[in-house]
């Protein structure tokens, strides 16, 4: 089955600087990738998602990379702000359930 | 979007005891359901995958006889905890999908056992 590695585990930057997340996954099935934020307590927010047949994505200050030869991705934010501070998860499925990474506790200060 | 709503929120049972939580989708029809558990700083685990009117397809190590699924309409799917214990505590994650790609995740239910 599919699994999906998430690196690193935590991340701390400061404000208005860029993070980056990557993610690796093993079943060359997998087409559809998408990244969550999760603040404690609470479910996971769709940010932003790629599908195979894209090698990049962007919605304003987030963007998403795919390089299906090599099968990682990634998450790139910009300009970040202290509320951009949460857990960020990225997984990866064939067209079923979704297998997430362990997650990345990103935090930003000011 | 659509709405997923999970019932109840927080649960606190004592040992020995089963719970039940709904999942819904309020506004969808959902063809395949999800269940996830997350322990405190944690990734979520897909404990099963059910779609509607027939039997779950639990992941590897999830004991299907402990956690009941059913999915008995497109609206709603259960997920049983039976003879809890204290190392059931755990938050549980459902999730819906309507033919695509894309996964509405419920609040999740917040299972105690004492």
């Known amino acids: 089955g599919e699994n999906v590695e998430q690196h690193p585990s935590t991340l701390s930057v400061q404000e208005g600087d860029s993070a980056v997340i990557k993610c690796t996954y093993s079943d060359s099935a997998s087409n559809y990738f998408p990244w969550y934020k999760q603040e404690l307590g609470k479910r996971p927010q769709l940010i932003i998602d790629i599908r195979s047949n894209v090698g990049e994505k962007k919605d304003q200050r987030i963007a998403v990379t795919l390089n299906k030869t090599a099968k990682h991705f990634s998450l790139h934010i910009t300009e970040t702000q202290p509320e951009d501070s949460a857990v960020y998860f990225c997984a990866a499925t064939p067209g079923t359930a979704l297998i997430f990474g362990k997650g990345t506790t990103l935090s930003v200060s000011s | 979007g659509a709405v997923v709503s999970q019932h109840p929120s927080r649960v606190i049972c004592k040992s020995g005891t089963s719970v039940k939580i709904e999942c819904r989708s309020l506004d969808f029809q959902a063809t395949t359901m999800f269940w996830y558990r997350q322990f405190p700083k944690q990734s979520l685990m897909l404990m099963a995958t059910s779609n509607e009117g027939s039997k779950a397809t639990y992941e590897q190590g999830v004991e299907k006889d402990k956690f009941l699924i059913n999915h008995a309409s497109l609206t709603l799917s259960t997920l049983t905890v039976t003879s809890a214990h204290p190392e059931d505590s755990s938050f549980y994650i459902c999730?819906?999908?309507?033919?695509?790609?894309?996964?509405?995740f419920g609040p999740g239910t917040r299972l105690t056992v004492t």
């Open positions: 999730s819906a999908t309507d033919r695509g790609h894309e996964q509405y």
